[in-house]
């Protein structure tokens, strides 16, 4: 394409990307994310912690609503165990971290914890009250007290959205807030993002009512948020999106064209069925294979892909600051 259309690419963007916005139901709780944004970022940006690097982990995926009133919505596949697993390493690794999660799916340290932990890992006895149940004793206390040393420490900022709206407002206000953290943000996007929508001003407010035949809707297409975080919401941090296929054959190649598109500085390309026991990180001049061990107990892929990320961006760091002094 040549520069002029690539400028007229881009000013379509801008016109899709606005329309979104400004159709887009208000964020209910904008405040509440606002203050728990500034309060994070003020409570980490003085004294030692003002040099620590801070990651946004996107995690679950988003829904589409069909109706304003919503009963029924399209949704995408994603159980949040990457997101909920990264997050653990990248505080182990010393980074701050915001997990932007779907409500109701994985949290960081709950991984050893049954599906309904509440239920089943409590039992009640008149005697002494409510106790954990065996076997899950060590796994309980584990996750509280990981769970709330990092909530309370500060280090961790969880952030829950539902919708594809809720999603890309809230992503859209970490990273005009981590700006001014330049090279040391860092964007670990393994969200199930939807790829069409119904815009809000052309849904049906109430329920759709069956029985008058098929369903006739149109679903526009997302605009492409990945390229505008790059070049606008966060233009000097370290972006790394995910690609998933189910059909191995067209996955890195695919990988390939979305870094080169978006300008992302990684790809983590992954399929449905292997996702848990490798990936591969796809570069500009690399493609790194990451595998668990599977005969190591308790090996998990995410702690091999964040020890190579955590190197990346150090890299990364430190040659944008060497640039930075030579110019
Ligand atoms: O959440 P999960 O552990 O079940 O799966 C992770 C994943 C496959 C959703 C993630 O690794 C990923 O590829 N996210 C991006 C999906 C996409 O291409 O839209």
Known sequence: MDVHGQQKAQEALDVEIKSFFDSAPPLRNIE?????????IEMNS????SARKVVCVT??????????????YI????SGHRGAASTEYFLK???????LYRKGTCQPYCSLLPDYPFLECFEF??????QVRQPYSEAVKWAISEHHAAVADGTLLKLPFTTIFEYLQILHMVATSLRSLGPNALFYLAAAVSDFYVPWE???EHKIQSGSGPLDMRLVQVPKMLSVLRSEWAPTAYCISFKLETDVKILLEKANAALKKYKMHMVIA????????????VTDNENIHVRRDPKQVGDEVEKHIIEHIVEKHSTYVDNLDQKVSRD
């Open 125 to 130: 006895t008149h005697e002494s009250g409510i």
């Open 46 to 49: 003085s004294g030692t912690r």
């Open 59 to 72: 995690s679950g995926g988003t829904t589409v609503p069909l109706e304003q009133r919503c009963v029924r």
């Open 270 to 281: 992954n399929e449905l069925l292997t996702r848990k026991e490798e990936v591969t990180l």
């Open 93 to 99: 690794a010393g980074y701050l971290v915001i997990f």
């Open 75 to 78: 949704d995408n596949f994603s």
């Open 202 to 204: 052309s849904m049906a």
């Open 32 to 40: 509440n994310v606002s203050e728990d944004l500034k309060k994070f």
